[in-house]
């Protein structure tokens, strides 16, 4: 089922919001861009999760998973 939803008011979907972009940002600007902000979001999340945001997690890692599939060349 696909619905239109006020993302603001939906607090799963912020969460969502948040780690995709901190995985997109750290992913465009590995050795951290100019965005401070964002910069300490990147490093609060991989701290609390001890997993890196530019790698895959092993596919036993428990709440929080990462994969990365590269296509052939």
Do not use: C, M
């Not at 590995?30 to 991989?46: D, M």
């Not at 790698?55 to 709440?63: D, E, F, I, V």
Request: charge should be positive; hydrophobic fraction near 35%.
């Amino acid at each position: 089922k696909i619905q239109e939803v006020r993302s603001h008011e939906i607090a799963i979907l912020q969460i969502t919001d948040l780690l995709i972009g901190a995985i997109s940002y750290i992913n465009r600007f590995p050795n951290y861009g100019e965005s401070s902000a964002k910069n300490e979001i990147v490093k609060l999340i991989q701290d609390r999760s001890k997993n890196s945001l530019q790698q895959s997690t092993s596919l036993g890692a428990r709440k929080f998973n990462i994969f990365y599939w590269e296509g052939q060349k």
